[in-house]
């Protein structure tokens, strides 16, 4: 590995490592894009602490060590930069037709219009995840947890800016159009919906969020992965660094529902209550029962599944075979098949497994409450609306149901309108530094080493 590229410019508008000021044509443009970016900022995202300083790391550096630095900013101040990995010498491709070849510095004419989708896809998904939490400042249950929203909407923002700099470097005039287009979709918008289902779904409460950032930034993680792998060294560098930053998100998302169910589990005990499925009296303890977790988390984790597409592709055949569960007669199978074919259905097993291990410690903390509770994923045909699973119906155990059976069902199954009011009932903004909204207990491990009751969003001066 070289160690050129690993400073980072600050003499431009932008950041970047990708030495900016000597690339007018590509400069220019992204100065013009720069304004309307910040447009949407304003617009679409986080509503309202604008102008407060936010105690947020910055992406300083690519090097392993010391790459961010801490400090209160300014959100709309916040500086979006464009960093590529180090580039590794010598580099080859990896998999499939080209394995073994150079990776590419240029985007090859016959892949042209691939790659490009695959950045837009991912681009796209970037700036929709800060327009679906844009509105939960306004119940943020502690300053820590307003400080870590904004933390994950500050760099989603950047990991837009960074699929806009391959667009606008490597793919001409379609390439700004389609940098112009990711400002122009809405999530959720039935004009202008952005591309994929899960980035359209509604974040309304802060379990929501947790949940959104264990299950769908995971799966937005191992995207990156893959794209980490591509051919195309540019967007393979550029993934390898957004990665660094995706870990937190995710940590976000499994230390906020571990506190939550903490905050349950001693609630009950505090007062006695040792049934699970007691919800009318643990309800008006205000904190948020255990099977209300589990739907929120079946709905999450299916829809996340979604994203990963169809259950075999049209990759070329080789010979080894992997295990895929399919549809067979109206039962659900096993099914040897050919492994390239199969690539997304590897991923997603990978994927669930992740999943697996972030619930375990979850249930670690019921169990040790002596609660008789066990979290658990949906089986991979739960509501599904995406492959194999698309067009039946499922209980969490896959056990297939007929439709009646399912609309009687699925309100045990699924987050109800009772549930969404109760959870709503619970949010509720609590800004005062150290303080926590009763649902959530305070985090183990506070950012940056600083005390519970550090002041991460500077309200007043
Ligand atoms: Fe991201
Ligand atoms: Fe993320």
Redesign the pocket.
């Known amino acids: 590995m070289t160690t050129e590229n690993t400073k980072v410019s600050y003499d431009t508008l932008i950041p970047n490592n990708v030495g900016l000021v000597s690339d007018r044509r590509v400069l220019k443009g992204l100065e013009q894009w720069h304004p309307e970016f910040l447009n949407w900022w304003h617009n679409m995202g986080p509503d309202g602490f604008q102008n407060v300083p936010v105690y947020l790391r910055t992406a300083v550096s690519v090097d392993r060590d010391g790459w961010a630095q801490f400090g209160y900013v300014k959100m709309p101040d916040y500086r979006w930069g464009i960093l590529l990995a180090p580039r590794i010498e010598d580099r080859t491709i990896g998999f499939g037709r080209y394995l073994g070849e150079p990776v590419w510095q240029d985007v090859p004419g016959e892949h042209r219009a691939t790659l490009r989708r695959l950045i837009v896809i991912q681009g796209d998904t ?1 700036p929709a995840s800060v327009e679906q939490q844009r509105h939960l400042g306004e119940t943020a249950p502690s300053l820590y947890d307003l400080r870590n929203l904004f933390q994950v909407n500050v760099e ?1 923002a950047r ?1 837009l800016w960074a699929m806009v700099y391959l667009l606008h470097k490597y793919f001409g005039r379609d390439g700004r159009e389609e940098a112009q287009e990711l400002l122009r979709r809405r999530s959720g918008d039935s004009n202008s919906p952005r591309l994929l289902g899960a980035f359209n779904e509604a974040t309304p409460d802060w379990l929501s969020f947790f949940m959104f950032t264990f299950f769908t930034d995971r799966d ?1 993680k191992m995207q990156l992965e893959s794209l980490a792998q591509s051919g195309f060294d540019p967007l393979a560098r550029t993934t390898r660094f ?1 990665l660094t930053e ?1 870990a937190h998100h995710m940590f976000v998302g499994q230390s906020g529902i571990s506190r939550i169910v903490e905050r349950t589990c001693s609630a009950m005990l505090e007062n006695g209550l040792h049934d699970p499925y007691d919800i009318e009296r643990i309800r008006t303890l205000g904190v948020i029962d255990l099977p209300t977790i589990q739907r929120k988390l079946n709905f999450h984790f299916s829809v996340s599944l979604d994203l990963f597409g169809s259950e075999i592709d049209d990759h070329q055949l080789i010979t080894a075979t992997y295990p895929v569960l399919k549809l067979e007669q109206g039962r659900i199978k096993s099914v040897a098949t050919a492994a390239m074919p199969a690539l997304n259905a590897r991923l997603r097993d990978d994927y669930e497994r992740e999943c697996a291990r972030g619930v375990d410690r979850w249930n670690t903390i019921i169990r040790k409450a002596g609660i008789p509770f066990t979290l658990s994923l949906p089986h991979i045909a739960f509501s599904r609306t995406v492959g194999e699973f698309a067009g039946i119906h499922a209980d969490p155990q896959g056990h297939i149901l007929a439709d009646d059976e399912w609309d009687q069902l699925k309100h045990r199954f699924l987050p109800t309108t009772d549930d969404e009011a109760y959870l709503n009932s619970l949010m509720t903004q609590v800004l005062a530094p150290g303080e926590f909204a009763p649902w959530i207990a305070p985090p183990g491990r506070p950012i940056d080493n600083k005390s519970t009751d550090f002041r991460y969003v500077r309200l007043t001066s």
Do not use: K, L, S
């Open positions: 970037e989603e990991h937005g957004m995706e």
